[in-house]
């Protein structure tokens, strides 16, 4: 079974500053999704950034990007120039790409916090 | 706004009762799977439906149980409460193929 595992609970990050979340995961699949969703306190599930792990390239948008290491099975997403409203929890995610379900395995999430 | 909404917002229930949820998908998607989110934690996948037809279950109990309708919204339906029901009820939609899926705003469900 694929597991998606987010070790910290919490990051803090000054206004305008980087900030780096982290993401491991497990799967025996060569092909997959990976993404990363936020979740403000509206509830809503926003979908941030996706990656197709057979590219080799990184995806971007706009002031969000990822660093995929697929030997590693490491998929961290960086925000650049944050802002007030990066705050949020942001949940990693996993999805096979075989097969009709489309079932996306959520890691526990890391509550982000943007000091101004 | 993803296009996808579900009722009500939130709902109180007692344990031991039915609940019925509702999703309405974004327009052209016929593909709507539910989750559950308890407090703190990652949604879990608890079924989707594709086409009117269930095709794809996670690891919750049978009184747990949906439909899919010809337009393609849906309704989530738990039978026989518990009080580790509560949760937010997410649904999401996608079209067949498409590698992502849209998220509705979410019923909070409080089991007493």
């Known amino acids: 079974a694929q597991t998606v595992t987010q070790s910290q609970p919490e990051m803090s990050v000054q206004e305008a500053e980087t900030v780096t979340l982290s993401c491991t995961y497990d799967?025996?699949?060569?092909?997959?999704?990976l993404f990363w969703y936020k979740q403000p306190p509206s509830r809503q599930m926003i979908l941030v950034i996706r990656?197709?792990?057979?590219?080799?390239q990184n995806a971007t948008e706009n002031r969000f990007s990822v660093n995929f290491q697929k030997a590693a099975k490491s998929f961290s997403l960086k925000i650049s120039d944050s802002q007030l409203g990066d705050a949020a929890m942001y949940f990693c995610?996993?999805?096979?790409?075989?097969?009709?379900?489309?079932?996306?395995?959520f890691g526990k999430g890391i509550t982000l916090s943007v000091r101004p | 706004e993803t296009g996808v909404t579900q009722s009500p917002t939130h709902l109180i229930k007692t344990r031991g009762q039915q609940v019925t949820l509702r999703c309405s998908s974004q327009?052209?998607?016929?593909?709507v799977s539910w989750y559950q989110q308890a407090l703190g934690q990652g949604p879990q996948f608890i079924f989707q439906?594709?086409?009117?037809?269930?095709?794809g279950r996670g690891n919750f109990p049978p009184r747990f149980s949906g439909l899919q309708f010809p337009n393609y919204s849906s309704e989530l339906n738990v039978n026989a409460l518990e009080l580790d029901d509560s949760a937010l009820y997410l649904c999401?939609?996608?079209?067949?193929?498409?590698?992502?899926?849209?998220f509705g705003p979410g019923t909070r469900l409080t089991v007493l």
């Open positions: 999401a939609s996608k079209r067949g193929g498409a590698d992502t899926q849209y």
């Open positions: 799967t025996s699949e060569s092909d997959y999704y």
């Open positions: 990656q197709e792990a057979y590219k080799q």
């Open positions: 995610a996993y999805r096979r790409k075989i097969g009709a379900n489309s079932k996306l395995t």
């Open positions: 327009s052209g998607h016929n593909t």
């Open positions: 439906y594709y086409r009117e037809e269930e095709n």
